[in-house]
């Protein structure tokens, strides 16, 4: 889900993808692509075992690629031999196989795991969530994908963006900066581990609730840390991070770090429970859980900084007042704003 972290908080990314007109477009084929996915589920679950787990997440997953595939090419707005020309295979197969089977499949564990925590049960219930299940993946996949396209269609009208949202940035930072990730995803470890083992420690017994809140609070300080991190450079970050108001400190340790760090912790949770069908979350599984969100997001937390840096460097210096939730964006983008270039991250709406 790096990838829907990068379209929002990088604001050559965010701002490309919020435009009022994109937007449009884009609740047209989440629409259309919910409505489609609707129909597939109610003519698939007549031929295959639906109840299934791993039926249902392939099935998610076929969806998913298909509706990646053809959303990134309505976002693309080019023929297919102009995207295999001018993108590559290697661009379509991420699309493909990552932002549609695996981003999607992810999508629908969310899904079960949430309905699992209010006591709708896939297992003992599996028509409901199933729908569900494959109707949220298949929006989120198109919207995504949608996003994506429109920037690749933008980058090859030669407008290139500093950061394009998938993996190769990531890596190539881990690569140069290890040193300095390092200590970030070790510190990540250790609290998400001892975040998910607070039910054992202070209740003296098992629950679900107690340690996915402490992982998603104490993941998303840890996020909100490693990203003044990664912003920083080689600066100390302590101090950017005491310069900047509670206000902006809060949205980003909302969003991304709370949301994602609950969002992957619920997704693991389904991981064990309707992939590997354990009969409850063990108190071993949730702090290996726990360790895992924790670590990952401190690590993606100080990419998000890092590229952000970038863009700093390169000039692309956006006003804050322009990196707001997409609800207002057509409100402020009229205006004019004068602003110091603080950090800041938009909602995670549509």
């Known amino acids: 889900m790096l990838h829907r972290m990068a379209l929002r908080v990088l604001p050559s990314l965010s701002l490309a993808v919020t435009e009022e007109s994109v937007r449009k477009r884009k609740r047209t084929i989440m629409l259309v692509s919910g409505l489609g996915a609707f129909v597939v589920y109610r003519m698939a679950k007549h031929l295959v075992p639906i109840a299934e787990p791993l039926i249902l997440l392939s099935l998610s997953g076929l969806?998913?690629?298909?509706?990646?595939?053809?959303?990134?090419?309505?976002?693309?707005?080019?023929?297919?031999?102009?995207?295999?020309?001018?993108?590559?295979?290697?661009?379509?197969?991420?699309?493909?196989?990552?932002?549609?089977?695996?981003?999607?499949?992810?999508?629908?564990?969310?899904?079960?795991?949430?309905?699992?925590?209010?006591?709708?049960?896939?297992?003992?219930?599996?028509?409901?969530?199933?729908?569900?299940?494959?109707?949220?993946?298949?929006?989120?996949?198109?919207?995504?994908?949608?996003?994506?396209?429109?920037?690749?269609?933008?980058?090859?009208?030669?407008?290139?963006?500093?950061?394009?949202?998938?993996?190769?940035?990531?890596?190539?930072?881990?690569?140069?900066?290890?040193?300095?990730?390092?200590?970030?995803?070790?510190?990540?470890?250790?609290?998400?581990?001892?975040?998910?083992?607070?039910?054992?420690?202070?209740?003296?017994?098992?629950?679900?609730?107690?340690?996915?809140?402490?992982?998603?609070?104490?993941?998303?300080?840890?996020?909100?840390?490693?990203?003044?991190?990664?912003?920083?450079?080689?600066?100390?970050?302590?101090?950017?991070?005491?310069?900047?108001?509670?206000?902006?400190l809060f949205k980003y340790w909302w969003w991304p770090g709370l949301a994602f760090s609950s969002t992957y912790y619920l997704v693991a949770m389904g991981v064990g429970l309707f992939v590997l069908q354990l009969p409850t979350i063990s108190p071993g599984f949730s702090v290996t859980i726990g360790a895992f969100v924790s670590g990952v997001m401190a690590l993606y937390g100080y990419y998000l900084g890092y590229r952000r840096h970038v863009e700093e460097q390169q000039g692309q210096k956006i006003d804050d007042a322009l990196l707001r939730c997409p609800f207002v964006m057509g409100i402020l983008g009229k205006a004019k704003h004068v602003g110091t270039p603080m950090p800041t991250v938009p909602g995670s709406k549509v």
């Open 63 to 248: 969806i998913a690629m298909a509706t990646a595939l053809l959303a990134y090419r309505i976002g693309r707005s080019a023929s297919w031999a102009v995207i295999a020309r001018q993108d590559g295979g290697r661009v379509l197969a991420w699309m493909i196989f990552w932002i549609g089977a695996v981003y999607g499949v992810q999508l629908s564990l969310l899904v079960l795991a949430l309905l699992w925590m209010v006591g709708y049960n896939y297992l003992h219930h599996p028509d409901g969530p199933a729908m569900m299940a494959i109707m949220v993946a298949c929006t989120s996949v198109a919207r995504d994908a949608f996003e994506i396209g429109h920037v690749r269609r933008i980058a090859a009208m030669g407008k290139p963006f500093p950061t394009f949202p998938d993996g190769a940035p990531l890596r190539a930072m881990i690569r140069g900066f290890a040193v300095q990730v390092g200590p970030w995803v070790a510190a990540g470890l250790v609290i998400g581990a001892a975040a998910a083992s607070l039910d054992q420690v202070v209740m003296g017994q098992q629950t679900v609730i107690v340690p996915l809140l402490a992982v998603t609070l104490l993941g998303g300080a840890i996020t909100l840390c490693a990203y003044f991190g990664g912003l920083s450079g080689r600066a100390s970050w302590t101090a950017r991070f005491a310069a900047t108001s509670l206000s902006e």
